[in-house]
């Protein structure tokens, strides 16, 4: 009967925890299918999965800020994308196959923001990964990523065996949509090396893909490089019709970059069709856009819009535009090639409105560039833009030349003496032209040697940085230890307290006493530091002092709990070892640090930590 009593007791809880669980995998399931048709309503199962207020399966939660990392990274938002892909590492820490995913995922937002190097770090811990697990599918992925990555450098000779290596494993696995984004980059590869036709055929048939299995952003994004296809073998006409197609798609996905990806290659057709002022409205439309996202594609876009401005005589709009162009950090995100290019839009600039100082000088820059150019990119193709630019380079050295020979004959002229300007012209001239060699060696050596000592430094700096990284660790291990020093002896006194609490309970009292006398001398011996969890808040609030003082003073709000909490974090210790000092759960010292930002007005978790570390350095000084 007791039993029977006890099974219709537990059976609704068991059916509630089952059914919960059985929730949450739909959830999963339907924010994998939300996430490239609808995004929104996907972020919102999402937002669910993380609030619940029972206490999930870390997977649940890896998987839940994995997908989070990935709306934001359709959204565009590529800091809050990087944000929930550690977030979801953390959780993943116990299972490679999560945190694998999280790795590769990872790696395109810094792709995005043109931290290559970093891009394809991740996407070597990933293949890692991957091949502990013997994981063939996602190392497949992975080297379609890193052929991306090698896309987007502008190194098509590194990107494309990746490509293939990928594609040749999804094809033999029969696997159509993994290989769908590979294709795409594999029909990249070949528009940027000019084989149009094929990159052409490739692009069809990713589209198509890419409609059937609704992957609607990547679908609009491959409208627009198919476009750029059509537009260089004269079928504008499809090409228009694609892009404002793709234009009309983006705006859900609110992608900045690419719907002024698109108006640039707008504007491009409307020029290439002598509709100059249609082409530099959607010039106009595409720098606002890529401008306000601080993009890389800027720079190549400032270009065409700087070329158009010149012909329709709108050199002080131009004027506006290189001076926004020079001044911004995502100029440093162009490549060498479109910088190049940028620079010699500015030479006819400078050139229409007289300022010859500074059409010299980007000539000069672009030379500079070019050259750098020369020795990782096509050779014929650069030297051949790169004689273009001596050419003007010369001509414009050569017009500066006629107009001092024709002030010296006319000063020759007023003197009666034109027979020795045939003397003395050539002679100026060549001593113009030493004059300048010297100037440009001495030049020349002075980089050289400052580059060396900049080189000296840095190392320096490095070594420094390493000592220091050295004792951080070194101090972080010997706080670990204390607090499991601590732990430890609060488990040793709870042992103690249930041992006193249940000893001999069946004995008759005069039996009990005498025989608890040496377990009663231990346990006073154990409690001899008892308050040792106060006494570690003080010895540890007094080794911060200066540290907490400084940060109560910038944020009185804050009370004794949260600048002792604060000092804690600057451990850098995971949320279970926190949890372990707080003697609370770790969702717990989470919520604590959520609402200590709260109070001092902090947006992100970086911030707060940066904040912190701040305070941290000051007090060290």
Excluded at 9 to 34: H, M, R
Excluded at 172 to 178: E, I, P, R, V, W
Excluded at 517 to 526: D, F, I, Q, V
Aim: with cysteine; aromatic share 10%; charged share 30%.
């Amino acid at each position: 009967m007791k039993r029977c009593l006890l099974i219709v007791l537990v059976l609704p809880y068991f059916l509630y925890a089952q059914n919960k669980t059985t929730d949450t995998g739909k959830k999963l399931a339907s924010i994998e299918k939300l996430l490239m048709v609808n995004p929104d309503s996907a972020h919102v199962l999402i937002r669910q999965i993380m609030d619940h207020k029972v206490r999930q399966n870390d997977t649940i939660y890896a998987m839940a800020n994995t997908y989070n990392g990935y709306y934001y990274l359709v959204k565009n938002n590529l800091d809050s994308s990087i944000y929930y892909y550690d977030k979801a590492l953390d959780y993943a820490a116990n299972t490679p196959s999560y945190r694998a995913r999280a790795l590769r995922l990872m790696a395109a937002p810094y792709r995005k923001k043109a931290n290559y190097e970093k891009s394809l770090q991740l996407l070597g811990r990933a293949e890692k990964e991957y091949s502990s697990i013997n994981d063939t599918r996602g190392l497949a992925t992975v080297y379609g990523e890193i052929g991306a990555n090698y896309n987007a450098m502008l190194k098509p000779q590194y990107a494309i065996p990746y490509l293939i290596k990928a594609i040749a494993f999804f094809e033999k696995a029969n696997n159509k949509k993994d290989q769908l984004p590979i294709k795409q980059s594999l029909a990249n590869t070949y528009m940027n090396i000019g084989n149009y036709k094929f990159a052409i055929d490739l692009y069809k048939e990713t589209l198509q893909g890419f409609k059937e299995a609704g992957m609607l952003k990547n679908y609009y994004l491959t409208l627009i490089n198919y476009s750029e296809c059509l537009i260089t073998v004269g079928r504008d006409d499809a090409a228009k019709t694609s892009l404002l197609e793709a234009i009309a798609g983006l705006g859900q996905f609110n992608d900045k970059e690419l719907i002024g990806s698109a108006y640039a290659t707008l504007g491009r057709l409307e020029t290439q069709k002598s509709n100059f002022v249609q082409g530099e409205k959607y010039y106009e439309k595409a720098f606002s856009l890529l401008s306000s996202v601080n993009s890389g594609r800027t720079v190549p876009l400032a270009n065409l819009y700087i070329k158009s401005l010149t012909y329709l005589k709108k050199t002080d709009r131009a004027r506006e535009v290189i001076t926004l162009v020079d001044n911004s950090t995502f100029k440093s995100k162009a490549n060498l090639q479109d910088l190049a290019h940028y620079e010699k839009a500015k030479i006819e600039v400078y050139k229409k409105i007289g300022d010859h100082t500074m059409a010299l000088a980007s000539a000069k820059t672009t030379i500079e560039l070019l050259d750098t150019l020369n020795s990782t990119q096509d050779k014929k193709a650069v030297i051949a833009m790169q004689a273009g630019i001596q050419r003007d380079y010369q001509g414009k050295k050569s017009d500066t030349l006629k107009m001092i020979n024709s002030k010296l004959k006319e000063s020759v002229d007023s003197t009666e003496n034109k027979k020795l300007l045939w003397i003395w012209l050539p002679l100026g001239v060549l001593a113009a032209l030493v004059s300048y060699y010297l100037y440009k060696t001495v030049q020349h050596r002075r980089k050289v040697a400052e580059n060396k000592s900049a080189i000296k430094e840095l190392a320096t700096e490095q070594k420094t940085a390493r000592r220091l990284n050295k004792k951080l660790h070194a101090d972080i291990e010997e706080k670990r230890e204390q607090l499991r020093n601590i732990e430890l002896k609060e488990s040793g006194i709870e042992k103690y307290f249930e041992k006193v609490k249940g000893y001999d309970q069946d004995k008759e009292p005069e039996v009990r006493m005498p025989d608890i006398n040496p377990m009663k001398t231990e346990l006073k011996s154990l409690l001899g530091d008892e308050n040792y969890g106060e006494n570690f808040r003080e010895k540890f609030t007094g080794s911060n002092s200066a540290f907490i003082k400084s940060l109560g003073k910038d944020y009185p709000q804050l009370s004794e709990n949260d600048l002792f909490f604060c000092a804690l974090l600057n451990l850098n210790l995971p949320y279970k070892d926190l949890s372990i000092i707080l003697k609370v759960v770790p969702e717990a010292v989470r919520k604590r640090k959520y609402r200590i930002r709260k109070k001092m007005g902090i947006s992100e978790d970086q911030d707060l930590e940066h904040i912190l570390a701040q305070y941290n350095k000051k007090s060290k000084h």
